[in-house]
C-alpha cells in the first residue's frame, strides 16, 4: 500500500482527494523551502508522487464517507511513524471537511490550524454566509435567498439585473437527471450571468429542490481583471503572519471558473481592508478572500472566503511570501517575522484551462483577440504544472492527458467519470434514487 523510504521522516504531509494538480502545488511550495512532504492521495497517479520533493506515497481509498474510518486509520499509521506529529495540509473543500469532521482525532497526531467550527459553517454555507457577512458588516453584492417558489416569484419582479444564482453549498448542484446536467454543466459553468426575469425564472425552475435554498445575488459587470484577492496566513490571535494580493489575467470557465492565468499586485489599501475584516472575525489559519470591484458602488465587494489551500500559494512563494511555509514554521512552534513584501507582476499560468478559457469563451465574447491573447503569453512567467527543476510531474500529467483525449477519439470514453466523492447523476430512466448529503452528513457525521 505504501511506498516507504525508510531513511525519510516526514515534518508535512499533504492530503488530497487527487483530480487536479492541487496535491503538487503544495509538494511544490514547499519544496522551494527544502521541505520535503509525504503525499496521501486516492489517486493512483496522483502527479505529486513524482515530484523530486515528495518524500513518501500513501494511497488513500476514495473520500467517501463509507471509507473516513479508514483514512484515518492510514493517516494515524503514518503519523506515530514519525518522530514527531507532522503539519497538515488539504487541497480542496472535501479533504476541508474531512479534517474538519475529525479534526479532535487528528489533532492528536497532526499540527494543524483551522477556523472556528462556526466560522467553517459560515464559510460552507453561502446562505449562512450572507447572514455572517451582515452581521459583521462585510461588504458582499447585494443578495436575497430563496427557499420557495414564492420567494422566487416575488424576488423576480422586485429585482435589479443582471443577477447570479449560486446553491448554499456546492454539492447541492450535483445535478439528479440528465436533463439538469445537459442545461447546467459542470457547477462552474452552471454559475452564470442572468439578464432578465425570464432567464432568473427559466434557470430556478430547472434547479434539483434542496431544502437549504439558494442565492440570487446582484452580477457585478466587468472583466476577470476587476477580480482581485488577498491571501494571508493568521495565527491562534488573527495576527497576520504573511499576505500578499493577486489579480486575476483569465478564469475556466470565464468569469465564474477557477484561476487560469494570475499575478501578484501591489495594493495596500485591500491588503489593509482583508486584515482588517478577518481580524474583525476572529479569522485563524490559511484564507484566500475573493474580491470584485463594483463600479456602481465604487468599492471591492467580498465574493468569498476560502479557509484552505490552493494553487496562489504557489504564486505568492515565487514572489517572497510562501504562506505554506509560514504555517508550516508557525505549527512548529517557530517565532515568525510577518512577510508581506513580495515582486510585483510575478505570473503564474494553468495552461491547459487558460486554452481552453480562450477557445472556449474570450476568443467569442471578444475580450481576447489571438493576437492579445498570445501577447500576453510573451510575458515573463511560471507554470503551474511545468517545473524545470521538477519535470517528472509535468510529463506524467502530459501523459495521462494524452491517454483521455486517445481514448475519447477511439470513442473508449464519451464522458469524463465523476471524482470519487462526487454524487453519480442518475437519469430518469433509471429507478434507483439519488440521494445528495446534508450539511450535517457532510460536516459532523
Known amino acids: 500500500m505504501q511506498n516507504r523510504r525508510n531513511d525519510y521522516v516526514s515534518t508535512a504531509l499533504v492530503i488530497s482527494a487527487g483530480e487536479s494538480p492541487a496535491a503538487f502545488d503544495i509538494v511544490r511550495t514547499l519544496g522551494l523551502a527544502g521541505i520535503r512532504t509525504a503525499v496521501a492521495s486516492s489517486q493512483r497517479d496522483d502527479i505529486a508522487f513524482f515530484s523530486k520533493d515528495c518524500g513518501e506515497k500513501i494511497f488513500l481509498p476514495p473520500f467517501q464517507l463509507s471509507n473516513e474510518e479508514e483514512i484515518v486509520r492510514r493517516l494515524?499509521?503514518?503519523?506515530?511513524?514519525?518522530?514527531?506529529?507532522?503539519?497538515?495540509?488539504?487541497?480542496?473543500?472535501?479533504?476541508?471537511?474531512?479534517?474538519?469532521?475529525?479534526?479532535?482525532?487528528?489533532?492528536?497526531?497532526?499540527?494543524?490550524?483551522?477556523?472556528?467550527?462556526?466560522?467553517?459553517?459560515?464559510?460552507?454555507?453561502?446562505?449562512?454566509?450572507?447572514?455572517?457577512?451582515?452581521?459583521?458588516?462585510?461588504?458582499?453584492?447585494?443578495?436575497a435567498v430563496v427557499k420557495s417558489a414564492d420567494d422566487l416569484n416575488v424576488l423576480a419582479l422586485l429585482l435589479e439585473y443582471p443577477c447570479i444564482v449560486k446553491p448554499a453549498f456546492t454539492f447541492d448542484w450535483k445535478w439528479d437527471t440528465e436533463e439538469q446536467r445537459v442545461k447546467f454543466g459542470p457547477y462552474k459553468k452552471a454559475l452564470r450571468r442572468i439578464s432578465s426575469k425570464e432567464q432568473l425564472l427559466d434557470f430556478c425552475h430547472a434547479l434539483p429542490q434542496r431544502t437549504t435554498g439558494y442565492l440570487v445575488q446582484s452580477y457585478i459587470e466587468g472583466g476577470d481583471e476587476n477580480i482581485l484577492s488577498f491571501h494571508g496566513y493568521f495565527d491562534e490571535q488573527s495576527r497576520c503572519l504573511g499576505c500578499f494580493i493577486?489579480?486575476?489575467?483569465?478564469?475556466?470557465?470565464?468569469?465564474?471558473?477557477?484561476?487560469?492565468?494570475?499575478?501578484?499586485i501591489y495594493h495596500p489599501?485591500?491588503?489593509?481592508?482583508?486584515?482588517?475584516?478577518?481580524?474583525?472575525?476572529?479569522?485563524?489559519?490559511?484564507?484566500?478572500?475573493?474580491?470584485?470591484?463594483?463600479?456602481?458602488?465604487?468599492?471591492?465587494?467580498?465574493?468569498?472566503?476560502?479557509?484552505?489551500?490552493?494553487?496562489?500559494?504557489?504564486?505568492?512563494?515565487?514572489?517572497?511570501?510562501?504562506?505554506?511555509?509560514?504555517?508550516?514554521?508557525?505549527?512548529?512552534g517557530r517565532e515568525i517575522t510577518p512577510q508581506?513584501?513580495?515582486?510585483?507582476?510575478?505570473?503564474?499560468?494553468?495552461?491547459?484551462?487558460?486554452?481552453?478559457?480562450?477557445?472556449?469563451?474570450?476568443?467569442?465574447?471578444?475580450?481576447?483577440?489571438?493576437?492579445t491573447y498570445f501577447q500576453s503569453l510573451r510575458r515573463k512567467?511560471?507554470?503551474?504544472?511545468?517545473?524545470?527543476?521538477?519535470?517528472?510531474?509535468?510529463?506524467?500529467?502530459?501523459?495521462?492527458?494524452?491517454?483521455?483525449?486517445?481514448?475519447?477519439?477511439?470513442?473508449?470514453?464519451?464522458?469524463?467519470?465523476?471524482?470519487?466523492?462526487?454524487?453519480?447523476?442518475?437519469?430518469?430512466?433509471?429507478?434507483?434514487?439519488?440521494?445528495?448529503?446534508?450539511?450535517?452528513?457532510?460536516?459532523?457525521?
Not at 497532526?110 to 466560522?119: A, E, G, I, R, V
Not at 470584485?292 to 472566503?305: A, T, Y
Not at 510585483?344 to 472556449?360: G, I, M
Open 269 to 332: 489599501t485591500l491588503a489593509q481592508l482583508s486584515i482588517e475584516y478577518l481580524e474583525r472575525v476572529q479569522f485563524k489559519g490559511i484564507v484566500k478572500i475573493d474580491f470584485k470591484w463594483d463600479q456602481r458602488k465604487e468599492e471591492f465587494k467580498i465574493m468569498e472566503i476560502n479557509p484552505r489551500y490552493n494553487l496562489w500559494e504557489v504564486l505568492g512563494a515565487l514572489a517572497g511570501v510562501n504562506l505554506l511555509y509560514i504555517a508550516y514554521q508557525h505549527q512548529r
Open 76 to 143: 494515524e499509521t503514518f503519523a506515530s511513524r514519525q518522530k514527531e506529529p507532522p503539519v497538515l495540509y488539504y487541497t480542496s473543500d472535501p479533504e476541508l471537511a474531512f479534517l474538519w469532521r475529525y479534526r479532535e482525532r487528528l489533532g492528536m497526531c497532526y499540527k494543524f490550524l483551522l477556523p472556528s467550527d462556526q466560522l467553517l459553517e459560515y464559510m460552507f454555507n453561502k446562505v449562512s454566509f450572507c447572514e455572517f457577512a451582515r452581521a459583521y458588516r462585510l461588504p458582499i453584492p447585494e443578495t
Open 381 to 445: 512567467k511560471y507554470y503551474r504544472v511545468f517545473d524545470r527543476k521538477d519535470v517528472r510531474p509535468f510529463f506524467m500529467s502530459l501523459l495521462a492527458f494524452l491517454k483521455r483525449n486517445i481514448g475519447r477519439l477511439l470513442g473508449r470514453s464519451g464522458h469524463k467519470q465523476p471524482a470519487p466523492w462526487e454524487p453519480r447523476v442518475v437519469t430518469s430512466q433509471q429507478h434507483a434514487v439519488h440521494s445528495v448529503p446534508s450539511f450535517e452528513d457532510v460536516v459532523h457525521s
Open 340 to 371: 508581506v513584501f513580495y515582486k510585483n507582476d510575478v505570473r503564474l499560468l494553468y495552461f491547459k484551462q487558460d486554452a481552453r478559457a480562450f477557445f472556449e469563451g474570450y476568443r467569442a465574447t471578444g475580450e481576447w483577440t489571438l493576437r
Open 246 to 264: 493577486g489579480r486575476k489575467i483569465r478564469t475556466y470557465p470565464p468569469h465564474t471558473g477557477g484561476s487560469a492565468y494570475i499575478r501578484t
